[in-house]
C-alpha cells in the first residue's frame, strides 16, 4: 500500500452530500478536498496531485463527464470514479469509455464506496510499482542472476562503466557469464541501438581471422572471389565483442594494436585505410598478464585493452547465487520441455550447494536442464543429477557442517584417539601430545574404551 494518506477529491453540487462523504472518508484514513463543480474540480486537479477523484454526473458549470475528459486530457493515470442516478446510467457507460476507472449508481451504499476506493488506489498503486519494476529492469543487465555481494559489485560495475566508450576487459573462468556481461555492457550503453558483432577469436586461424575482423578485397586470397567487409565495419557505431581474446597470435595481436590505436583498419588485399568507430570488450579465461611475462601476449596490447577490468567471480566462491541461479533455469527448462516440475529435493538442492562447479554457471545450467529431461515426478532428486555431483558429495562429505547428524561427544573422542594411535604408528606419548592431553589421560581413556 502507499504509505502516505491517499488524497481524494469529491465533486458534487449537493453541499451536505459532499460533507457526509468527506467525514466518512476521513474516517477511513483519507485526506479529502471538496469541489462544487466541474470548472472548480480541474482547477484543483491541476494544483494537486490527487491519489483518486470521485465525483458526481449532472452539475451546474461544467459536469461531471466534461471534467472528467479534461482532468484525464492532462493525467490519464488519475483514477476517476462516477456517482450517478441510477435512473441516468448511460451517462455512466460514457463516463467508463471516456477512462473513467468506476462508477456507482446513488442514492450510495457506503460499504461499496470504500470498498471501490480501496479498490482504485491499490490498482494505481500497482500500475506504479509495475512500472517501476520495468524501469528497474532495463537498467540492470538482462537475465542477470544472482544477489551475492560479488554480483552485486558486478553489477554496479556494468552499469557504471557501460555508458562510456571505454574498452574493457573480461577475465574469469570459464562459464561465468562473460558473454552475458559483454551484452549487457552494450545493452546498457549509448550505442544499444546498433550492432554488438561477437567474434570468437579461437575459433579461427591466423589468416581466417585477419579477414574475419578487416575484412577482404575480391581476389585477396584463393576463394576470395568477392569483396567482403570484415567484422569491424559491421560493427561500425556499436560494439565489437572479441571473445577469448587470449588465443590469437602475436602477428595478429600486432594487427589488431594498429586497428584498435588508429581506429583504422585496411581489408586483406587493400592499401585502403578505412576509419571506424567501435566500441571494444574483450574477453579470455587465460591469465593474461602471465602470458605477457612469458612473452604470449603483447604488453601494449594488454593495456590498451585492459582500460577497465571486469573480472567474474567463480560460482563456487558465490554459492548465494546458487539457488535462485537453479530456480532460474529450473523455470527455463521446465517450460521449454513442458514438464510441470516442482523444485528440488533438500537433498538434491543440498548437493548442488556442496558441489565446486569447475565450469561455473554453465554447468549448473546444463545439470539442470538434464534434470529436468531426465524427470519422471515432481521434484528432481539426487538420481536426476551428474554423476560428477553425487561423486564429489561422497568425496568430500564434510563440506557441509549443517547436512551432518550430530554424534555424542564420547563417541567424536574415540574416533580422535583412534585416529591419532593409526597415525602415530601407535605410539602413545606422540599421540596424546596431538590430542593435547597427557599421555596418562590418553591411558585412562584408552582403558574405558
Ligand atoms: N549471472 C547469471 N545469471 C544467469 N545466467 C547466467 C549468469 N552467468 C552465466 N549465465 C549463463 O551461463 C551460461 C554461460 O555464460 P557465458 O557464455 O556468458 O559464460 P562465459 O564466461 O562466456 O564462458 P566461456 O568462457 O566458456 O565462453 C550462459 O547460458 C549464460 O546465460
Ligand atoms: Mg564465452
Redesign the pocket.
Known amino acids: 500500500m502507499t504509505t502516505h494518506k491517499a488524497h481524494i477529491l469529491v465533486v458534487d453540487d449537493d453541499l451536505s452530500h459532499c460533507t457526509i462523504i468527506q467525514a466518512l472518508m476521513k474516517g477511513w484514513g483519507y485526506d479529502v478536498s471538496l469541489a462544487h463543480n466541474g470548472r472548480a474540480a480541474v482547477e484543483q486537479a491541476k494544483e494537486i496531485p490527487f491519489d483518486l477523484i470521485v465525483t458526481d454526473v449532472r452539475m451546474s458549470e461544467m459536469d461531471g463527464l466534461e471534467a472528467l475528459k479534461t482532468i484525464k486530457a492532462y493525467n490519464p493515470a488519475i483514477p476517476i470514479l462516477i456517482m450517478t442516478a441510477y435512473s441516468n446510467v448511460e451517462s455512466a457507460v460514457d463516463a467508463i469509455k471516456s477512462g473513467a476507472y468506476d462508477y456507482l449508481t446513488k442514492p450510495l451504499d457506503f460499504d461499496m464506496l470504500q470498498l471501490t476506493i480501496a479498490r482504485a488506489l491499490e490498482h494505481t498503486h500497482l500500475k506504479t510499482e509495475n512500472e517501476q519494476l520495468k524501469q528497474q529492469l532495463t537498467a540492470a543487465p538482462q537475465?542477470?542472476?544472482?544477489r551475492s555481494p560479488q554480483?552485486r559489485r558486478l553489477m554496479d560495475m556494468i552499469a557504471m562503466i557501460a555508458p562510456s566508450d571505454a574498452t574493457v576487459l573480461i577475465c574469469?573462468e570459464?562459464?561465468?557469464?562473460?558473454?552475458?556481461i559483454a551484452r549487457s555492457v552494450h545493452a546498457n550503453s549509448s550505442r544499444r541501438d546498433q550492432p554488438m558483432v561477437i567474434v570468437n577469436c579461437a575459433a579461427l586461424s591466423e589468416s581466417l581471422l585477419e579477414s574475419e575482423l578487416f575484412g577482404h578485397e575480391k581476389g585477396a586470397f584463393t576463394g576470395a572471389d568477392k569483396r567482403r567487409e570484415g567484422r569491424f565495419m559491421e560493427a561500425d557505431k556499436g560494439t565489437l565483442f572479441l571473445?577469448e581474446i587470449g588465443e590469437i597470435s602475436l602477428l595478429m595481436q600486432a594487427k589488431l594494436l594498429r586497428a584498435i590505436q588508429e581506429r583504422e583498419i585496411q581489408r586483406v588485399g587493400s592499401n585502403h585505410t578505412l576509419t571506424v568507430d567501435v566500441r571494444l570488450i574483450a574477453?579470455t579465461?587465460r591469465d593474461l598478464l602471465a602470458d605477457v611475462e612469458s612473452g604470449k601476449f603483447r604488453q601494449d596490447l594488454y593495456y590498451r585493452l585492459n582500460v577497465m577490468t571486469i573480472d567474474?567471480p567463480a560460482l563456487r566462491e558465490r554459492s548465494e547465487d546458487i539457488p535462485p541461479?537453479v530456480m532460474?533455469f529450473l523455470e527455463k527448462y521446465a517450460t521449454r520441455n513442458r514438464k510441470a516440475v516442482k523444485g528440488f529435493t533438500p537433498q538434491a538442492m543440498n548437493l548442488l550447494l556442496k558441489y565446486n562447479w569447475p565450469g561455473n554457471?554453465?554447468e549448473l545450467?546444463n545439470a539442470v536442464e538434464r534434470a529436468v529431461i531426465l524427470l519422471t515426478g515432481d521434484f528432481i532428486s539426487e538420481k536426476e543429477l551428474p554423476l560428477c555431483i553425487n561423486q564429489f558429495a561422497q568425496d568430500n562429505p564434510h563440506g557441509d557442517q549443517a547436512d551432518q547428524a550430530i554424534q555424542p561427544l564420547e563417541q567424536i573422542e574415540k574416533q580422535a584417539i583412534l585416529t591419532a594411535l593409526e597415525k602415530t604408528g601407535g605410539n602413545k606419548t606422540e599421540a596424546a601430545k596431538q590430542l593435547g592431553i597427557t599421555r596418562k589421560t590418553l591411558l585412562a581413556k584408552l582403558q574405558k574404551t
Open positions: 537475465n542477470m542472476i544472482g554480483m574469469g570459464s562459464g561465468t557469464g562473460k558473454e552475458l571473445d574477453a579465461n567474474t541461479l532460474h554457471v554453465r545450467e
